[in-house]
């Protein structure tokens, strides 16, 4: 929309959805080039709810086309925050998102995020296979793992937001039960995406549809198993953090035992 202005009615699909959430989408390289207000335009031209910005420093470093200027990006991003009363969400490509970032984008404002961890299609690795043979490809290669948990950013986004923001757990949730864990350690959302993507080619819109039958199947009986009545009771159940998770819980000094078990009745 932003290069091609006669592209406007294929983004205008709100008929489509008239009760549904409809965002945007930039990604932060980008928005450091191009005026918040212009942005926030495009947004209300298609009727949207709100705008996600995406970071992909990673990605951009290992794309033979990527934008390697990344100053400006958190200015655009509080203007945003001014102009659109909140409604932008801040989301990473599948390196995550780290304390400091969190941190920061709190400073302006920030109040959703999609953290889009490490553990999931990483868009560094893809661009590693779409770089021809060179430095490109093997920083690509090099960088493939590089990341924050996805486990550990979720944590870190509610301890570092507030209870009252939106976080969505993204990054290598494949089902209903990962879902159940994202929920659990502090996310309001669970995102899947490939999982859905390779239900689709094997099976197309019923395949599609048998698998999200299938992940609410397992997120209702991890409620029922501990015994949380809605999502907001599963916030706040009981749990253990092992692994990895716990190792970096505690390199943050975020050391902390389960939840309390509430008082005997």
Known sequence: ???RPESVADFAVRAAIPDGLLLGNIGGAQLAEVPA?????????IDAD????????AQELV????NRSFRGQLDGIARLVELLQGRVLVKETGAGLSPEALQRLRAVGVRSVDVAGR????WTRVEAHRAPPGPARALGEALAGWGVPTAFSVVAARLILGEEALVVASGGVRGGLDVARGVAAGATLGAVAREVLLAWRAGREEGAAAFVTQL??????????????DLAALRHAPRVYLGELREWLAAYGWER????????E
């Open 1 to 3: 929309m932003l290069e």
């Open 37 to 45: 207000a212009e942005v926030a335009r495009l947004a209300r031209a």
């Open 50 to 57: 709100g705008l996600c910005v995406h970071l992909n420093p």
């Open 63 to 66: 794309q033979p086309e990527g």
């Open 119 to 122: 553990g999931g299609t990483s």
């Open 216 to 229: 609410l199947d397992e997120l209702r009986a991890v409620m029922l198993l501990t015994g949380s009545r």
């Open 257 to 264: 035992p389960a939840c309390p078990l509430p008082p005997a």
